[in-house]
T-cell receptor, first 114, second 114 residues
Framework: NAGVTQTPKFQVLKTGQSMTLQCAQD?????MYWYRQDPGMGLRLIYY???????DKGEVPNGYNVSRLNKREFSLRLESAAPSQTSVYFC?????????????FGPGTRLTVL | GDSVTQMEGPVTLSEEAFLTINCTYT??????LFWYVQYPGEGLQLLLK?????DKGSNKGFEATYRKETTSFHLEKGSVQVSDSAVYFC?????????????FGKGTTLSVSS
């Protein structure tokens, strides 16, 4: 049982390049999330998917797109990377219907945009 | 909107010292409250949680009590260890179903020396 996995672990991009961050969970969770973590800012929600086939914007969606490929996988795409997108990206998942929305996090992707 | 405020760090303690990390929140409705911990180089892990007023969450010697009257959820531990060195995040959720993301504080770095 791997939990939540993310690839890659590290990535360096040049401004204007594109890339997709991959996330998969094996806990049969309905809901999945993408956060970014910046120093002194805590975690901020980029996008989330309440269930397969649905996606919604979070607090900081600009410059990103997402795809809920199936129940297991939720990818985050940067179409034209900017230095402001240098951050650590975390994917998380949770089970629908539980009262206190416990989320399980992946190990993160550290992205640097030059 | 909903928000979480936690004390800024870093907090530096000697082994076996008493720990308090303050957390207060602003929320409509009846939030669930959480403490997550992030060890160096890892993703976030749920440390403890409380879903209603006066509930006490506890785990690994850490405790926090949901105080509705003071809108607080302070984290405490009677005797810290070097292995407790990590970043601690207070978070809330006002949803009773998955699909709504957590709102995080900015995190407090704890450093424990022997």
């Amino acid at each position: 049982n791997a939990g939540v996995t993310q690839t890659p672990k590290f990535q360096v991009l040049k401004t204007g390049q594109s890339m997709t961050l991959q996330c998969a969970q094996d806990m049969n969770h309905n809901s999945m999330y993408w956060y970014r973590q910046d120093p002194g800012m805590g975690l901020r929600l980029i996008y989330y998917s309440a269930s397969e086939g649905t996606t919604d914007k979070g607090e900081v969606p600009n410059g990103y797109n997402v795809s809920r490929l199936n129940k297991r996988e939720f990818s985050l795409r940067l179409e034209s990377a900017a230095p402001s997108q240098t951050s650590v990206y975390f994917c998380a998942s949770s089970e629908a219907g539980i009262p206190f929305n416990e989320q399980f996090f992946g190990p993160g992707t550290r992205l640097t945009v030059l | 909107g909903d928000s979480v405020t936690q004390m800024e760090g870093p907090v530096t303690l000697s082994e076996e010292a008493f720990l308090t990390i303050n957390c207060t929140y602003t929320a409509t409705g009846y939030p669930s409250l959480f403490w997550y911990v992030q060890y160096p180089g890892e993703g976030l892990q749920l440390l403890l949680k409380a879903t209603k007023a006066d509930d006490k969450g506890s785990n690994k010697g850490f405790e926090a009590t949901y105080r509705k009257e003071t809108t607080s959820f302070h984290l405490e531990k009677g005797s810290v260890q070097v292995s407790d060195s990590a970043v601690y995040f207070c978070a809330l959720s006002t949803a009773n179903q998955a699909g709504t993301a957590l709102i995080f504080g900015k995190g407090t770095t704890l450093s424990v020396s022997s």
